[in-house]
């Protein structure tokens, strides 16, 4: 094992977990504090060094986190191993977290001192060899960007900077500044980098003032209702008794939303970090980490960060000699989307299922009828990133009511898929067109789905919409934990809502009859229609029961749950009245609504549909063009999926 | 005066009439139009089972449905040859008086009264003599108790079906019906005091000829056979040949005439026939039968109908309390004809089916007492036409007059709208 | 204590009480039926949701009252969210009212149905069977099974068969547990036909409704 910065740097230093030193953090960077030896002042300064750069100087960084891992960067990480051992060369090959930009995954990123940082995008593991090679010789030009120049590598101009990329430049790194930078398994970097800090000036602070920094922040839960934070806090502060509890929200479950993986992933100490002064601040002596089993690399690396925080004293009794006493313990969920409502959660923990009435908000009678916070991982990792920086810098963001930035992941038909940090107030369209690259050639952007199965569609005609808690709620949306899901002109809404709706009626707990069974009518309505047996009465029956469904359900699952189909029906009417007057699916998605034809100047004949189709509806000689027989067509689409030259067309 | 028309619209009467009365160069002439839309009853019962029949048939009118069932029911246990015991008969009959009774208050305090007191509408009348309509609502409503708890409710009774009751009424029922009526008893003595000293405009019946369904024991009982004011007796199966129907252009009722005279149905004519067997209220009934040839003088006659039926089933009811009853027979399913006849509300109800073997009603014809009162009602209206032309009333006047006369018939126009014209 | 406005009548209840005992003592009431004092207080039924002062609709059971807190009982808007959230529960309620032991006047779901309105519970469920035998055991081809309830009943309560006045329920499961009653009792389906063409000629789900009660009634024991 080598020194790290954790470590002692001689026995005068006496800290332990049980004989806490209040200036333990600022020691590590800036120390040894207590007592003045040149040599322990070196060796920090000289560790520091190491970490930025390297201990040899030249550095390769590769990202593992589950997204990077599924793209394949595990095998890239052996084939940088491998190439490093056979060349034979020193370098550190570092495990970092996720940068968020999921399109150009799996990424590595070399850096040697004298050599302008590269990254280079979509590596596959028999690219790695020539990369090495083409930079130890001093050529960069088939890297994706530069993090900075240097001018003395060859094809160094061609290369873009970092900043300058379209989807880099509009962002704000603000929670997300470490993610694939730092090793998240390691506790030394996340303090080289500056971490701890907060927590460092939030125990020298009174809970009150934390509460009231928070304040002045205006940081709202960035869960999805955007309840101001410090109110949340002041509330359980102010509850009489000891025992208060505080628990994360690991528990991510929106389709297309993965910012808390990423940061919990990437950066795991930053959360764990506000976690600790949000218990400060409420008085908490217990902590849980809600996280989802079906996440066990998010799962893995919190319970690592709170050992590793344990062992260093920044977890358990009298935390850096202030007096403040705190344990966590991460608790794996089933993984069930009503979980993300708070009464929900608690009742998980406890051991028992369903959500329960609010009021008594969890704030006031929580886990075991005790005063209990429950924070999304984003607000955690705001709130320590605010406590290091102060609220000014973080304020400095955002709109009137809303502020600081948020996390938002952009998926669906766009050409860069990933998170992107950008400051609340953006519009949609600079998130999509922007920093996302809009929709692939020859589409266009038909609708925005926010806020994952419980927001709203937004059209393409609000796409200047500042993206906001009360501008989305106004157009029917919400914003929620920040799942932006880009529908083009080849999605058909009906459809995009019945997709929506089909995960709502399979994640509603049962608990209340409107959630229970009206968003089941509503699914079957939506299948009905999509099969091209719908009415206009059924529309009708679609809003007033997602009215019903939306005020008087149990919990927000419910309360959000008919969200996609009212506001696709309030802003794609005409694509409803399509399917119900006219039995005709305008993007020709709704397979029954589609006919099929085999276009006779495209077909050759080759009898694969024939031989595909299981209601032999397909008929022809081999060699001769063939034709569907409509009236035994069941509109299954096998034919159009299985036709090597496209000769299969739908009408 | 060479030339009037008075058109009437009369209000407080069951469903929509006109009267139209026209003057001309000294004739006179009258037209009933009945304007409400036809209702088809007889094609809806034809085709049905027989059971279903009588379903149909109560629904003609929401007033008399018990009379309407009653008719129905009788015409088809005739055409099934059923044998009834007299227990059932009792019980049966005491429905149809009950209900007459309670169809006359309704008519008497909601309808006709308020003309004797110069009240345009009830209400006025209740704000100038609430007491008397307090009796009219108390009464009304006792009677309406005594017909749920024989009849199973207040329309549509349910309780009877072909071959008997579906069940014993309980003692309880019984007593109870009994209490009501003789509180009841008490209040109709009242109104007929009331009403039997109520002064009548002066009109004589124009065509004083009558029928009524014979009653074979006491007054208002179920029998075979129509009576008739000229002393011919026939059997209720052979009224096509006595009464024979018309259709007019003018109204969507059908008219009637008795061997080709225009004829009365109604209370007086119940009253004249029967009066003598109320006993214990010969006074009343010698106190009015000189006025009875007054077609208004039909008010007065249901007034007393209400005191002679109200204690008659109480009689009835009392009597039977104790006994062990017999209200179920058998009946098989045949092929017959049959014809009801019996005295409702308004006068005599003629229900006549036949039925094939599979119990299946293949004809229906149903003669309401307001269509057969149709042509009465229009020639007394003329009569009082003359008056108006030789100068004894003013025409304000005879608006009034023309529609307490329609009114003093209480026709039921719904009832009288099933128009068939077989071709 | 607590000041509450319940239809805003001024109401004082103690603290720590829910709203539905502000709007019992304030004189009105609010329909429940998870409801059970203290054993059962999860608002799960959600019909006993009023209308609160700053328009969100709450259940009355579970919600605790607050200072100054107006409640509204029956606005059009809770009478409207009502039915909706009956029709759901009657929609997943198994419907075998003539095997069910609260028939006869105890089944909450029947009086809320009759109350606002909603199609779904037969008269098999109000039909009084206390000592008074089925219509159907004795071979009358009674509609009881199939119609709407909420009329008390009477013709049956004086046994004469139902004939279905107040109109057919078209869902499915009712109507085939009616064929089914109707077949073990071997009432032939003609009769009942000729019955439901007495109110029903001209109900647009007639058809249906034949065709459903010919289906299960010759389909056997098909489940």
Known sequence: MTWTLMDKCCNRCWHSPEYPCRHYIRCRLS???????????????????????????????VPLASCTIAAGAHEVYEAVVKEVKSRGILADIHRTGCMGMCYIDPWIELSKKGMPSAIYANVKPSDVPRIIKEYLEGDVSSAFALRNRTGNAKGEDKVPLLDELEPWRNQVRWVSRNCGIVDPESIEEYIALGGYRGLDRALNMRPEEVIEEIRKSGLRGRGGAG??????????????????????????????????????????????????????????????????????????RLSKAVEQARKYGLLGDNILGRGFSFDVEVILSAGAFVCGEETALIAAIEGRTRPRQRPPYPATRGLWGKPTIINNVETLAHVATIMAEGWEKFAKYGTEKTKGTKMFCVTGSVKRTGAYEVPVGTTIEKLVVEIAGGPPEGRKIKAVQIGGPSGGCVPASLLSTPIDYETLQKAGAIMGSGGIVVIDDHSCMVDVAKFFTSFTVAESCGKCFPCRIGMKILYDILEKITNGEGSEEDLEVLEELGNVIRSSSLCALGGTAPNPVLSTLRYFKDEYLAHVRSKRCPAKVCTKLVEYWINPDKCTGCGTCARNCPSKAISGELGKPHVIDKSKCIHCGQCYIVCPVGAVEKR | MSYLELSERIDKVFGHLELRLSLRNGSVDAKFRVVHDMRLIEAVIEGRKVDEAPIIASRICGACSIAHFLASITAIENALGVELPDDIILLKESMNKIQVAQNNVVHLFFLALPDYYNARTLSELLSRNPDLIKVGFKLNNLCLQVVELLAGRIVNPNTYRIGGFTKKPSKDKVEKAVRILGEAEKLAREVVDHVTRLELPELVDPSPVYLVSESPIGYLSIGDYILSSTGEKFRAVDYPK?????????????????????????????????????????????????????????????????????????????????????????????????????????????????????????????????????????????TLGKKIVEGELDVVEAKKYLSMLVRAYDPCLPCAVHVVVKQ | MVKVYVNDKEVEVGEGSYIIDAVIKAGYSVPTLCFFKGIYREASCRICIVELGNGRLVPACAYPVSEGLRVYTNTERVRRNRRVILELILASHKIKCQSCPRKGGFCQLLDLAREYGVEGIPVCAECPLHGNECLLVRGEPCLGPITIAGCGSPCTREGTICIGCRGPITRRDVLVEAARLYKEHKIPLEEVFSKMKLFWNNHPSLDKIYNILLETYNGGEKK
């Open chain 1, 31 to 61: 120390g040894p504090l207590c007592h003045e030896d040149v040599e322990c002042r070196v060796r920090r300064s000289r560790r520091l060094k190491e970490i930025r750069y390297g201990r040899h100087g030249f550095k390769i960084n």
């Open chain 1, 227 to 300: 309840f101001p934070t410090w109110l949340k806090w002041k509330i359980a502060r102010e509850q009489p008794g000891d025992v208060k509890y505080i628990i994360m929200n690991a528990d991510e479950g929106d389709p297309g939303a993965f910012m808390n993986r990423l940061l919990a992933e990437s950066d795991p100490h930053r959360v764990l970090e506000g976690m600790i002064i949000a218990a400060y601040a409420i008085g908490a002596s217990k902590g849980f980490i809600f996280v989802r089993a079906e996440k066990p690399l998010m799962a893995e």
């Open chain 2, 242 to 382: 006595y009464i024979s129907e018309e259709v007019v252009d003018y109204s969507n009722s059908k008219v009637y005439r008795y061997n080709g005279r225009v004829f009365y149905v109604g209370s007086r004519a119940r009253v004249l026939e029967y009066g003598e067997r109320l006993v214990g209220l010969e006074d009343y009934v010698s106190s009015i039968v000189k006025e009875l040839n007054n077609p208004y003088a039909n008010i007065k006659a249901k007034a007393l109908e209400i005191l002679a039926t109200i204690m008659d089933v109480k009689e009835k009811l009392d009597e039977l309390k104790d006994r062990d009853l017999r209200l179920r027979t058998e009946y098989t399913i045949r092929s017959g004809e049959g014809v009801g006849v019996l005295e409702a509300p308004r006068g005599l109800l003629i229900h006549h089916y036949r039925v094939d073997s599979e119990g299946r009603v293949v004809y229906a014809n149903i003669i309401t007492p307001t269509a057969m009162n149709a042509l009465h009602i229009e020639h007394s209206a003329m």
